[in-house]
């Protein structure tokens, strides 16, 4: 599963990490993603997002049937 959120559009930061002997080695810190089924009453099926938790907290702001219109509009399929 890709660290990327389908509703916010989040994805990996990069950056280093400096030890106590200020030695710098890469790292990256993935945003919080989870997969959510969620229930379409307009066209009666459930589909499955990979979405941050602000994304989370999107859909429960919005709807999920705006935020999935919002997505469609981005030329992804769901």
Not at 8 to 33: A, E, L, M, Q
Not at 57 to 76: C, H, L, N, P, Y
Request: proline share 4%.
């Amino acid at each position: 599963m890709s660290a990327h959120c389908q509703v916010t559009g989040r994805s990996p930061s990069f950056g280093r990490t400096v030890s106590h002997s200020h030695v710098r080695t890469s790292r990256r810190w993935d945003p919080n993603i989870q997969r959510k089924t969620y229930f379409l009453p307009s066209e009666g099926r459930r589909i499955t997002l990979s979405v941050s938790a602000k994304g989370i907290k999107t859909i429960d702001r919005d709807g999920i049937e705006s935020v999935v219109a919002r997505i469609r509009a981005g030329g992804v399929r769901i």
